[in-house]
Antibody
Framework: EVQLVESGGGLVQPGGSLRLSCAAS????????MNWVRQAPGKGLEWVSY????????YYADSVKGRFTISRDNAKNSLYLQMNSLRAEDTAVYYC?????????????WGQGTLVTVSS | DIQMTQSPSSLSASVGDRVTITCRAS??????LNWYQQKPGKAPKLLIY???SLQSGVPSRFSGSGSGTDFTLTISSLQPEDFATYYC??????????FGPGTKVDIK
């Protein structure tokens, strides 16, 4: 059974840092591209970042570029999101999502999410 | 950047109703369009990919259609478990993805 389990969320002050983790199991993690998606309280879904299966290709949404860093450790079946210079508007539930599709990509499995609250 | 819009933003319907949700892209995205269902406090769930392909395990009352800029998600006979928020997502600009703002379906 495919499982994605996020951790690392919590309360952080503006300007602070936090590192999210996503532990993957039930599939060959090193073969799949992965993403982070977030959802502010009461709002819609916002794609945050993408990383290729090898980690060599990375993309970010403009809203987090220069502040967030996505990475992965295929030996540990884990995905990470290092978040620096956090702002109040980064408050959200953060989901990791597996990316699949031969040509037309989609997110077929999602974690349960971890809440990040940026507040003083 | 490709922008996605959805209409309506919310709707009220009864069990057994046929429900249609529309998603529009700011430029042609061929059939690079996915639909997700999200219930309160839960992660999104993939329903439809590549505009019209039903994800494994999803009931056949869900269907998708469209190409280019205009897409539709249809629920042929609304069931109690279908009350949720529905999002479209474009993957034409992979690996940069965009979600629509969502359509909330609640009970009339």
């Amino acid at each position: 059974e495919v499982q994605l389990v996020e951790s690392g969320g919590g309360l952080v002050q503006p300007g602070g840092s936090l590192r999210l983790s996503c532990a993957a199991s039930g599939f060959t993690f090193s073969s799949y591209e992965m993403n982070w998606v977030r959802q502010a309280p009461g709002k819609g879904l916002e794609w945050v970042s993408y990383i290729s299966s090898s980690g060599s290709t990375i993309y970010y949404a403009d809203s987090v570029k220069g502040r967030f860093t996505i990475s992965r450790d295929n030996a540990k079946n884990s995905l990470y999101l290092q978040m620096n210079s956090l702002r109040a508007e980064d408050t959200a539930v953060y989901y990791c999502a597996r990316c699949w599709g031969l040509l037309r990509y989609y997110f077929d499995y999602w974690g349960q999410g971890t809440l990040v609250t940026v507040s003083s | 950047d490709i922008q996605m819009t959805q209409s309506p933003s919310s709707l009220s319907a009864s069990v057994g109703d046929r429900v249609t949700i529309t998603c529009r892209a700011s430029q042609s995205i061929s059939s690079y369009l996915n639909w997700y269902q999200q219930k309160p406090g839960k992660a999104p769930k993939l329903l439809i990919y590549a505009a019209s392909s039903l994800q494994s395990g999803v009931p056949s009352r869900f269907s998708g259609s469209g190409s280019g800029t205009d897409f539709t998600l249809t629920i042929s006979s609304l069931q109690p478990e279908d009350f949720a928020t529905y999002y479209c997502q474009q993957s034409y600009s992979t690996p940069v993805f965009t979600f629509g703002p969502g359509t909330k379906v609640d009970i009339k």
